[in-house]
């Protein structure tokens, strides 16, 4: 069975930093694309970050960058969402998705993933 699974959410003080997890089983994520989506209360699911099968290519949205950084490792077919200086705006169910689709990094985030994770709550609160 082909799954995803999130780990490492969690309760956050604003300016504190999270390790995200999206471990694959069942298959490797050697050909897939990997994207970390969230999704707030009452608002639509965003594109956070994404990266391309080899890692060599990544994308993020304007909100995050500079403080979140994607990585995959596709020996131990895991990607990881490091995000830090997080801020109350960022509170969200976070899921990572997986596509054998192939674009442009700058699309990366905006084409149909085929695989979803079961999701992971990051809440970031004083």
């Known amino acids: 069975q082909l799954q995803l699974v999130e780990s490492g ?20 994520l050697d050909y897939y694309t990997i994207g970390w989506f969230r999704q707030a209360p009452g608002k639509e699911r965003e594109g956070v970050s994404c990266i391309n099968s080899s890692g060599a290519r990544t ?3 304007d909100s995050v960058k ?3 950084t994607i990585s995959k490792d596709n020996a131990k077919a895991t990607v990881y969402l490091q995000m830090d200086s997080l801020k109350p705006e960022d509170t969200a169910v976070y899921y990572c998705a997986a596509t054998e689709l192939v674009t442009s990094p700058d699309f990366m985030c905006m084409i149909e993933y085929e695989l979803w994770g079961q999701g992971t709550q990051v809440t970031v609160s004083s």
């Open 59 to 61: 994308v993020y949205a």
């Open 9 to 28: 959410g969690g309760l956050v003080q604003p300016g504190g930093s999270l390790r995200l997890s999206c471990a694959a089983s069942g298959f490797s």
């Open 66 to 68: 500079g403080r979140f």
